[in-house]
């Protein structure tokens, strides 16, 4: 007996007398009998699109969806990125309440600004996806800047046993609480987090009994590094999908986590979060500089079978034990589609780009061309808008000393030959500053603040934002325009609280929140999407984002002893509905602070009825100047919104 500890139970439980960890699984000594409580796993295959399902290259998948609750009319939340998606699923809520309005957002002070982790006080726009980033969000924004309490957390406080395992970031997003520093460190968790960072510093640190269990199991206490090279504009990505990296996560679960879950006396809830198909169909290599193949090339198909091999890894321990399968239900999802990217074309006729952005001629410091002439370079959006204002840019992701010595955010000037020692040609990624002197510190002295698609006036200045609105909706690249409600809707725009943006969150809200324009390839194949973004992805890889129905329909399905056997639901699911639908099963009340909530997905449970009054909608703005409105599809569903997709146009209507 290493530990006992007292936990909270449900209304259902029977007293508790001890709780006794043992080699990491719990068991539980009862004065009489419980009920017994489900189990759940919730699988997010990253970046799974809805018709990349089939027998012959994911037959795990499609078992899923054909014996159990097939969700044909599924949605990912917008902005249809990861740790967006994450939020919803763990906590149920759209982001306008768990303020994760994006990968990469302004949240409102210089990162690790207390000290934590004994990290350099940096960005103003961290990558998310990244436990430590995690942890300061949570410790300055009181234990959990999310504001909303996830299945995990919840189940963890009734007694579960949980584990989340996967993708950096989005893996410890699902028991964010448990990300949060002590005297500046890492606490250890009760959840179990291994990731893909699992054996560094810059993750959730492993308790004793976890490493024991691992041990046991064979494994190492770590898995092996991902090896995958995301190319440049001259070589191409990885041709390999991310199957050893990987494969240790899935051991780690059937090996070691679940064999030990299953010896308890108590449920569990696991989140098994498959960084392919995302990770590889980003840096694939098959279609350097073409849109064709693009995202559909052979080594993308790799690393969607690669994900349907963990499932059904986990599938057949499941199979093998059907004491603990006839007692699980499993939930498959993926938090957004995917579509090819393209830097330089702006519709299916190959038409280029006529951004200011793209007019510049980009080398590095040895001369050598790093934006194909005529494309995109990353933050285009930055570069363009900074322009438009005469304001100078600034890149928050890099740090140079100024003439005294102190470091501030990198000066970023695209007019320069080649970019220098201090002054670079173009932001790193799709965030920058504008405005202001590139200090660090607080108060933030930017008087804009561009975050990938999300663009924040720290000032909250209302002419400033018209004029933003303005010159965006003359760009090409553009396919719709959200504003703040608090900001007035300027021609050309609806409101972000028409797209789940506006809610209790208490990180920093956007002012504007642009949709890139997408546009299909061949109307005939649903596949052939491309997608205008501003990260690092080269012409031809892949990305999302855009609140298109090629990153809006992300493959959802369900199966197990609380779920109907065979189902087909045509009504709108998303992400949301995740959380919801698991907790009401698990006879689990968690409390809400936002009104951005899903719904439980009642017409899929067994004994419920089939049907779901559904309600399509469009909504058009005013237009703007040129003509052009945002138009948007969504479904309505139980009071919820289901978002399809937006465009920018003269049409009553998206094509």
């Not at 997905?601 to 559904?614: C, D, K, M, R, S």
Request: proline share 7%; glycine share 8%; hydrophobic share 40%.
């Amino acid at each position: 007996m290493s530990e006992v500890r007292q936990v909270r139970w449900g209304r259902q439980a029977t007293r508790l007398q001890a709780v006794v960890l043992v080699a990491g699984a719990l068991t539980v000594a009862f004065a009489q009998d419980a009920p017994k409580r489900r189990n759940a796993i919730i699988f997010v295959a990253d970046g799974l699109r809805h018709d990349s399902v089939n027998p012959i290259d994911t037959p795990a998948l499609y078992r899923i969806r054909t014996e159990g609750v097939h969700f044909a009319n599924s949605h990912a939340v917008f902005p249809t990125q990861t740790m967006p998606n994450a939020a919803a699923i763990g906590t149920g809520h759209y982001p306008g309440d768990t303020g994760q309005f994006a990968n990469m957002p302004y949240v409102g002070y210089p990162l690790f600004l207390t000290g934590n982790f004994g990290q350099r006080m940096g960005t103003l726009v961290p990558d998310v996806e990244d436990p430590l980033v995690l942890a300061d969000l949570n410790d300055y924004y009181g234990g959990n800047y999310l504001r909303e309490a996830s299945l995990l957390a919840f189940a963890r406080s009734y007694g579960y046993n949980t584990a989340a395992l996967g993708k950096t970031g989005p893996a410890a997003a699902q028991d964010v609480t448990e990300v949060t520093p002590i005297r500046g460190a890492m606490r250890e968790p009760v959840t179990i987090v291994l990731d893909g960072a699992t054996g560094t510093p810059r993750t959730v640190p492993l308790a004793p009994q976890t490493v024991a269990l691992l041990k046991a199991a064979g494994l190492p206490p770590a898995p092996p590094p991902r090896s995958q090279s995301a190319g440049t504009n001259t070589v191409p990505g990885t041709r390999a999908a991310n199957v050893e990296h990987q494969q240790w996560l899935a051991d780690a679960a059937t090996r070691a986590i679940l064999p030990a879950f299953a010896k308890s006396a108590e449920p569990f809830v696991i989140v098994y979060w498959s960084g392919d198909p995302d990770l590889t169909q980003h840096a694939q290599g098959d279609s350097l500089n073409r849109l064709t193949p693009g995202i559909n090339g052979p080594t993308s198909m790799t690393a969607i079978q690669n994900a349907d091999r963990n499932l059904q890894q986990i599938l057949d321990y499941l199979d093998a034990n059907p004491d603990v399968r006839d007692n699980t239900n499993v939930f498959v999802t993926s938090d957004h589609g995917f579509s090819t990217v393209s830097r330089r074309d702006v519709d299916a006729s190959g038409r280029a780009t006529r951004s200011y952005s793209a007019s510049l001629r980009y080398q590095d410091a040895d001369q050598r061309l790093d934006v194909n002439e005529g494309f995109l370079p990353p933050g285009f959006l930055a570069i363009d808008l900074a322009h438009a204002l005469d304001l100078p840019l600034y890149d928050p992701a890099e740090q140079t000393p100024d003439e005294h010595g102190a470091m501030r955010y990198a000066r970023v000037d695209p007019a320069i030959a080649q970019a220098t020692a201090t002054v670079r040609q173009h932001p790193s990624g799709a965030t920058a500053l504008i405005g202001g002197t590139g200090r660090i510190g607080r108060p933030v002295d930017a008087k804009v603040v561009v975050a990938q698609a999300s663009i924040y006036v720290p000032g909250g200045d209302r002419p400033l934002v018209q004029r933003i609105v303005k010159f965006l909706a003359a760009q090409d690249y553009v396919g719709g325009l959200f504003v703040n409600d608090r900001l007035g809707q300027p021609p050309g725009t609806l409101r972000m609280s028409e797209v789940g943006l506006m809610g209790g969150a208490t990180m920093p809200k956007p002012a504007v929140v642009v949709n890139f324009k997408s546009f299909a390839l061949d109307s005939k194949n649903p596949h052939m999407t491309d997608v205008v973004v501003g990260s690092v992805r080269q012409h031809g890889q892949g990305d999302h984002g855009t609140l298109s129905r090629a990153n809006t329909f992300n493959n959802m399905a369900a199966i197990g002893p609380d779920f109907k056997k065979r189902f087909v639901s045509q009504a709108p699911v998303s992400n949301a509905d995740v959380q919801p639908t698991l907790a009401h099963v698990m006879k689990m009340k968690i409390p809400s602070l936002g009104a951005l909530r899903g719904r439980v997905i009642a017409e899929a449970l067994v004994g419920a009825l089939a049907t779901v009054p559904v309600v399509r909608r469009v909504a058009r703005s005013r237009p703007a100047l040129n003509g052009y409105s945002t138009v948007l599809l969504y479904q309505v569903a139980e009071r919820r919104l289901y978002f399809d997709q937006a465009c920018f146009t003269t049409s009553r209507t998206c094509d």
